[in-house]
């Protein structure tokens, strides 16, 4: 029996930075959403836990318990008080280190697919804390919706109803480190900004969040400078309503109200930029 778990990307449609806590950690406002492109997570019956990974973007990634996929069953085990293994294959496809949570997703993923092999219910309030545990951005990924996150991630509040949407995303294979962007931003907040109107459509969407900001776009770019091209870009591909940076970057968005037009221009920036991650894909709703 080998059951599996998609891991979608996350892509925050805005990002705040609204203050910073006394551990450092800094409090956002965000508007996530996942896309229909990602990593999967199988996992199947075994006495001790093991983890091999394929896919596209493996070259690089420990299989050992270092890997956030390791983590997780090492720490959902632990508070299921479980001596079960598994069998974990873990198939890479998004970028490491890219802002669209591709550890987080796998971590939330596993999660899932454990809970269903070895037959867990944790409690709500138990399972959100594990997953914080593992990161700030997994609460968000197990949750597998689009969510406003505020706090330093652990804040879960649903959305208004979002259209129909497709994406290009863009990653100019730079990995940026989130402490190293964090650290190089400068040191000024901004005010929350819940999306309150439910978007008529595409375009609607994107004039509301053209109001909104990736405030971590100005230090990614100070470390990657490759992240304001790829902005330029996706601005300037037909039918492109909005082009912003997920999360800590480098992987930027374009948001699309067709699949074509979001296909295209992953097609045109790709033969621009050889070498660059250039995918479409729709939006989860
Ligand atoms: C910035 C975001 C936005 O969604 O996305 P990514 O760029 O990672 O995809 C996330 O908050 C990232 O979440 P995640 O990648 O799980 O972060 P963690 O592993 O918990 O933290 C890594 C490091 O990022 C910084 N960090 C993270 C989250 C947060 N709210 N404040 C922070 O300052 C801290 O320096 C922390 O040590
Ligand atoms: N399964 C995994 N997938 C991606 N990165 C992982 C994984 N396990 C551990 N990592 C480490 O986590 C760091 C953050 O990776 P990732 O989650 O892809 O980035 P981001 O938080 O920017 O979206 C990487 O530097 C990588 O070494």
Redesign the pocket.
């Known amino acids: 029996m080998t059951l599996a778990e998609f891991a979608p990307a ?1 892509i ?1 449609l805005y ?1 705040h930075v609204t203050g ?2 006394g551990d ?5 406002d ?1 508007l ?1 959403v996942f896309a229909g492109i990602g990593d999967s997570v199988s996992v199947a019956p075994a006495e001790h836990l093991t983890l091999a990974i394929d896919g596209p973007m493996a070259a690089g990634l420990a299989a050992d318990s270092s890997n956030i996929v390791w983590k997780a069953a090492e720490a959902l085990a632990a508070r299921a008080g479980t001596r079960a293994g598994a069998a974990i294959t873990l198939t890479k496809r998004l970028p490491v280190a ?7 997703a796998d971590a939330a993923a596993t999660l899932r697919a454990l809970e269903r092999l070895w037959g867990i219910t944790l409690p709500a309030a138990d399972r959100h804390g594990l997953a914080l545990s ?5 609460p ?1 990924c197990l949750a597998g919706r689009p969510a406003r ?1 505020s ?3 652990e804040r879960l509040e649903p959305v208004p109803a979002l259209p129909p949407l497709w994406l290009a995303l863009i990653n100019p294979r730079v990995p ?1 480190s ?2 190293a ?3 190089a931003r400068q040191n000024c907040f901004s005010d929350p900004a819940a999306l309150e109107t439910m978007p008529r459509d595409a375009a609607h969407l994107a004039a509301l969040l053209a109001a909104r900001r990736n405030d ?1 776009t100005a230090a990614a770019i100070s470390l990657a400078p490759e992240v304001a091209t790829a902005l330029a870009g996706l601005a300037a591909c037909d039918g492109c309503l909005l082009a912003r940076m ?4 480098a992987t930027c968005l374009g948001l699309f109200a067709s699949a074509e037009a979001a296909a295209g221009a992953a097609r045109t920036l790709g033969a621009l930029h050889p070498g660059w991650w250039c995918e479409s894909a729709p939006m989860l709703t």
């Open positions: 996350k925050n990002l910073k806590r450092g950690y800094h409090l956002l965000s996530v890219s802002g669209i949570g591709g550890g987080s593992l990161g700030a951005d997994v968000v996150m706090g330093v991630g940026l989130t402490p962007v964090f650290k971590l997920s999360g800590s970057g």
